[in-house]
């Protein structure tokens, strides 16, 4: 596996290769690597003939005060990691050649980045759609693999793509969960054991709120929200930021569930740890 860390040296490569015909996968990462980051990489193996990770923690989607400082890095070992893949080249540039001095253009996806997750941080999906749109020009993917674990990202970053026509194909890979359930995320690393334990709810909840769907033929989304929201206050340190109904298609809010448009997402706060899940129906 190739690390490589300047922009422009990243971008040379990448039009190489394009150059001699390859079709290039990209998996963007803030590193930090567990099983789901993995899954994207064999999804985008199977749609590239070379793959490439970037490995970046984006200090424009933190707002001050958020955990940029305190992210968890680990390059050593996400560079293992991704090379057991394996994966062809890791790009890990450095926040100043990314984001040079006087450095003034961001991407806006209009409206969409103002509700769910973006209503508490209202700058977060600026940022993430500006370093997705850079990531895009430097790697040249043909094919770019997001996980659906940030559904809104995920949709967000998709309607960029459409918008701004661009060349390049949107996968989403599964969520990837661990045994109890909950959905992995190098922020799991911050919760107590007994925050993780009582996190289960999250997943749990949006499971059983699957089973009223389908099994109950429950489809008022106000009953569906709260009985989510009242399992997540069962518990002693979960904190709802929100449990939402919305259409895929439009991210607005829906009275009824609608099969194959649904997206159920929750965000919540377990100690000082904001933890989001979503199943889509
Ligand atoms: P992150 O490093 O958290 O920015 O995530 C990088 C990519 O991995 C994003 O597309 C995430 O949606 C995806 N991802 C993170 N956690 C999971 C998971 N548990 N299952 C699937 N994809 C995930």
């Not at 540039?93 to 969409?112: A, F, I, L, Q, S």
């Not at 904190?239 to 159920?264: A, C, H, P, Q």
């Not at 000082?272 to 979503?278: A, V």
Request: net charge negative.
């Amino acid at each position: 596996m190739e690390i490589i860390k300047n922009p422009s040296g990243m971008q040379k490569f990448a039009l190489s290769a394009k150059r001699k015909g390859q079709r290039i996968g990209l998996v963007p990462t803030m590193g930090f690597l567990h099983e789901g980051h993995l899954s994207l990489m064999r999804l985008a193996r199977k749609h590239a003939d070379l793959v490439v990770v970037s490995n970046f923690v984006n200090p424009t989607q933190f707002a001050p005060g958020e955990d940029f400082a305190a992210y968890p890095r680990d390059f050593e070992r996400d560079c293992r990691m991704a090379e057991g893949v394996p994966v062809d080249v890791m790009f890990a540039p450095d926040k100043n050649d990314m984001y040079p001095e006087g450095c003034r253009t961001y991407v806006e996806v209009e409206g969409w980045g103002k509700i769910l997750c973006g209503a508490t941080r209202p700058t977060h999906f600026r940022g993430v759609a500006t370093i997705v749109l850079k990531l895009f020009n430097i790697v040249q993917p043909d094919v770019a693999v997001f996980g659906w674990k940030d559904a809104q990202q995920f949709l967000l970053l998709r309607r960029m793509v459409k918008d701004l026509d661009l060349p390049i194909e949107m996968i989403g890979g599964e969520i990837i969960r661990e045994e109890s359930g909950l959905a992995m995320s190098s922020r799991n690393t911050y919760l107590a054991p007994e925050e993780k334990e009582e996190a289960v709810i999250l997943s749990r909840s949006l499971s059983q709120a699957e089973r009223m769907i389908i099994e109950e033929g429950i489809t008022d989304a106000a009953t569906l929200k709260q009985f989510i929201r009242g399992e997540i206050e069962k518990t002693k340190h979960g904190r709802i930021d929100y449990v939402e109904i919305v259409s895929m298609e439009s991210l607005e809010g829906m009275n009824m569930v609608k099969k194959d448009d649904t997206l159920i997402a929750i965000a919540a706060q377990f100690g000082k740890t904001r933890l989001i899940d979503n199943i889509r129906y």
